[in-house]
């Protein structure tokens, strides 16, 4: 079946601008986790859907990032006014349950801020 | 959140067996040790997870002691395409688990 998907698959912006990541879970995942990676470096847990709630923000570095999650499916995570921090891969994953069941990913969004 | 401890990198040959060691001193009753592998330019996979004692498919094997402070990974007889970090995780709740940077494990021919 269809695995994780994300776009854009690589997004280049103005520091300043805002941007929008997409991720489509696997149909049926309850669970949704979006990630940050930088370059050569490990994953950085940026929050947790548990259908469409967030019980857990906690990994959000900033008040300029935010994330919804609508239908149990889709979810955006939205950087407004970007730094050229912010440059890095934004990964998303889903499970079928929060606890213990395998994550699974997809391929990330590549983010360039200039 | 259970801290992990593991070696920064590894070198190895093909055909060898790799064993990467995570250590995890405050690990909770309830909590599952699971092992991530990421390749270049794309999302972790997942390879294997267990609670005690040892778990094997058809990937690798885990080793947990007694006391559950530590795990290990086996790979046997690697191949280059094994080339890659691998990540140990620790917890009950995916949430709570937390990627550090993981072991980079270079596969030599």
């Known amino acids: 079946g269809a695995g994780v998907s994300q776009s854009p698959s690589n997004k280049v912006t103005e520091k300043g601008k805002d941007v929008e990541l997409r991720c489509d879970p696997i149909s049926g995942h309850t669970a949704l986790y979006w990630y940050r990676q930088r370059l050569g470096q490990g994953l950085e847990f940026l929050i947790y859907f548990q259908g469409n709630s967030a019980p857990d923000k906690s990994g959000l570095p900033s008040d300029r990032f935010s994330a919804e999650r609508t239908g149990e499916s889709v979810s955006t995570l939205t950087i407004q006014r970007t730094q050229q921090e912010d440059s890095a891969v934004y990964l998303c994953?889903?499970?079928?349950?929060?606890?213990?069941?395998?994550?699974?990913f997809g391929p990330g969004t590549r983010l360039l801020v200039l | 959140l259970a801290k992990t401890t593991q070696p920064i990198s590894m070198d190895s040959y093909e055909g060898q067996e790799v064993n990467i060691t995570c250590s995890h001193n405050?690990?909770?009753?309830?909590?599952?040790i699971t092992w991530y592998q990421q390749f270049p330019s794309q999302g972790p996979r997942f390879i294997i997870q267990?609670?005690?004692t040892k778990v094997t498919n058809e990937v690798a094997s885990l080793f947990i002691p007694a006391d559950r402070k530590s795990s290990t990974l086996s790979l046997p007889r690697v191949s280059l395409s094994d080339t890659a970090v691998y990540y140990c995780l620790v917890g009950y709740n995916n949430n709570d688990m937390r990627f550090g940077a993981g072991t980079r494990l270079t596969v030599k021919p």
């Open positions: 267990g609670y005690k």
């Open positions: 994953a889903s499970s079928l349950a929060p606890t213990q069941e395998t994550q699974y």
């Open positions: 405050n690990i909770a009753t309830n909590d599952y």
